[in-house]
């Protein structure tokens, strides 16, 4: 037994009932079984609710990992995009690296701590195990957000988040919409120029002095807003350089966005993972992905002047903007997704088809993974009660007719 | 009911313990529509103030002459004339004002807080304590009102009446008003706020 767990196992009994630290208890609690798997996955008292082998924890570990690529990805882009704007045609790996790394860091700190933090003192408050959703969502949010977002605007758009939707609603597993999406909304409706502006893209500040400097009032919207303010019918996509982007340059990634949500190459990999741990749904990840292109097609044979993104084809709605992270990674929440098997498939093909609704046909929104997401989450228990009824009446029916033969 | 709860009851309870916002739900529409800033949210709460007791003091007059079946009509016509007296002052007298409250005056018709103490008190009481019950209700709609708009304004304009109080010092330090303390759904969320904080000083208050 290692030197770890005799110290946790000498610091038990002063965190126990009774013991001199138990106002803390879930600290310790929460700090043990991080570090090591539990030997129950559910409360004594209610043994009847064990789900799996693997306890939350796991789970989410698992999940961390499947955003790993993007993440990494996401840190390389980022100084990617700010070489590029400062003018630089060489791109040195670990430089970029290193920026990258110094301007999130900032950000999923902020986030673990505000989030967490929360998650603590209503752990303590309530005497209850401290929650593990937020190991995911505070990596998420850093994600999902311009990679220069002001540190106390993305600390302010947490506490809401993780207050108004999550722990009043009970905490981890009672939430009814995705928590790390609504800070994104929060962030996108409170705080519009920070989050969809043209200069909200590219990263041009230099943390701790590091990186070359970009010339002041430097600007680059994203693919998909270039398309919402595109005048005419042909589409030219630019990047920060000024050359055009094209659907390969969107499927690696290198082009201006969120920090993780860039690269749909990244993003297979993570849907890969989890899919192989059997975390996430295939059902759901497929039909966004064939709503979004359903519904793509249909834009793009109606195309017109006045909705510039209808000329986009279907492959490149899912290649742009964040909807195949969104499809991977948010839609999948088994928190918040419908959970019966044709409900998923519906809940996933209504996300992919609003979300190309909204960025299509309502221009002053150019992304709309984000709110096709939380629209659905709050479909989601619906569409599984009319999945759950509909057999229940199926089943009633073919009862009826064997009594009557 | 007048006979066993005093007059300072019908008065006060309104404010909080029986507030017709916060614990009976009701004209929650206008407190979403006009709580972006302060000044308009005060201005509809003086007007539901007077609309809400004079057309209790006329109902609770004729209640006993109403004929039961056409009370809602009788009722509705009373609180439609004093709300057009009501919008009439306002244009003559605050002029912008009313232009920012635009439909929402003339929707104090509608809000549910009238109605319901006028069927629920005015019909079976005397003048005087429906006049009271009236101003009571009237004001612990408007305490609610200035509340959520206190907050709205505050954190979504960094003003309060017009005026900037969030100090140009902040703004130079990158303090960015908050867009979506202006949007409706923020008012719905400050009115949770303040029912949490109120059901967890009135304990009995709580729903189980």
């Known amino acids: 037994m290692s030197k770890l767990r005799k110290l946790l196992d000498r610091a038990k009994p002063h965190f126990s009932p009774g013991g001199r630290l138990s106002a803390l208890g879930s600290v310790f609690d929460g700090v043990e079984t991080f570090l090591y798997t539990p030997r129950t996955t559910a409360p004594a008292n209610n043994t009847v609710h064990i789900h799996d082998a693997i306890d939350s924890k796991r789970t989410m570990i698992m999940v961390v990992l499947a955003l790993m690529p993007c993440f990494f990805f996401g840190m390389y882009n980022t100084g990617y995009q700010h070489w590029l704007a400062a003018g630089c045609t060489t791109f040195p790996f670990f430089d970029l690296m290193l920026y990258g790394f110094l301007a999130v860091l900032p950000r999923v700190v902020v986030a673990y701590v505000v989030g967490l933090g929360i998650e603590f003192i209503v752990a303590q408050i309530r005497k209850e195990e401290i929650q593990e959703g937020f190991l995911v969502t505070g990596l998420l949010i ?37 928590v790390a999406l609504v800070t994104r909304a929060f962030l996108f409706f409170a705080y519009p120029a920070q989050m969809s502006g043209d200069d909200a893209f590219v990263p041009t500040s230099t943390p701790l002095g590091f990186g070359p400097a970009v010339p002041d009032g430097f600007t680059c919207a994203t693919p998909l807003g270039q398309v919402a303010t595109t005048v005419g019918d042909s589409l030219s996509i630019t990047g920060v350089d000024g050359a055009a982007i094209t659907s390969w340059d969107a499927f690696l990634g290198l082009i201006p966005g969120c920090f993780g949500e860039t690269s749909v190459l990244c993003i297979l990999i993570g849907a890969v993972i989890l899919l192989l741990s059997g975390i996430g749904s295939w059902r759901i990840m497929l039909s966004v992905a064939a709503g979004a292109l359903l519904m793509g097609w249909v834009a793009n044979t109606f195309a017109s002047p006045v909705y510039p993104a209808s000329y986009l084809t279907p492959v490149d709605q899912l290649l742009y903007g964040g909807l195949a992270f969104a499809a991977v990674f948010m839609a999948t929440d088994p928190v918040t997704a419908a959970r019966t098997s044709t409900g998923k498939v519906v809940y996933g093909l209504l996300i992919g088809i609003i979300a190309v609704i909204i960025r299509t046909y309502n221009n002053g929104y150019p992304e709309g993974a984000m709110l096709a997401v939380l629209l659905m989450n709050a479909f989601a228990s619906l569409i599984d009660w009319c999945v759950v009824q509909t057999n229940i009446s199926r089943r009633r029916a073919r009862f009826a007719k064997l009594i009557k033969d | 009911m007048a006979d066993n709860i005093s007059y300072k009851d ?42 809400l007791a004079f057309s209790n003091v006329i109902i609770s007059f004729m209640r006993n002459t109403i004929p039961n079946a056409i009370r809602i009509i009788v009722q509705l016509v009373v609180v439609a004339g004093l709300v057009i007296i009501v919008s009439e002052l306002l244009k003559a007298y605050a002029y912008n004002v009313s232009l920012q ?50 907050f709205r304004e505050l954190f979504g304009s960094g003003t309060l009446f017009g005026y900037q109080v969030v100090p140009d010092a902040l703004y130079e330090a990158g303090y960015v008003n908050n867009g979506l303390m202006i949007l409706p759904p923020m008012a719905l969320i400050l009115v949770a706020c303040i029912i949490w904080v109120q059901r967890s000083y009135n304990k009995s208050l709580q729903e189980k």
Do not use: H
């Not at chain 2, 916002?21 to 009701?26: D, F, I, N």
């Not at chain 2, 407190?31 to 007077?50: D, F, Q, W």
């Not at chain 2, 079976?124 to 408007?142: E, K």
């Open chain 2, 101 to 150: 409250l635009s439909v929402y005056i003339s929707l104090i018709i509608t809000n549910c807080i009238l109605m319901g103490r006028l069927e629920a008190f005015a019909m079976g009481n005397r003048p005087w304590p429906a006049f009271l019950d009236g101003v009571g209700n009237g004001i612990g709609y408007a305490i609610i009102l200035a509340i959520v708009a206190f």
């Open chain 1, 142 to 178: 850093p994600m999902i957000c311009p990679v220069e977002i002001p540190l106390w605007m993305l600390a302010v758009a947490t506490a809401f988040s993780v207050i108004f939707v999550k722990e009043v609603f009970g905490g981890t597993g009672y939430n009814i919409f995705n």
């Open chain 2, 10 to 51: 019908i008065l006060f309870n309104p404010f909080s313990k029986d507030n017709p916002v916060v614990v009976q739900v009701l004209g929650i529409c206008s407190v979403l529509a006009v709580t972006a800033k302060l000044e308009p949210a005060i201005v509809m709460g003086l007007s539901v103030i007077a609309v």
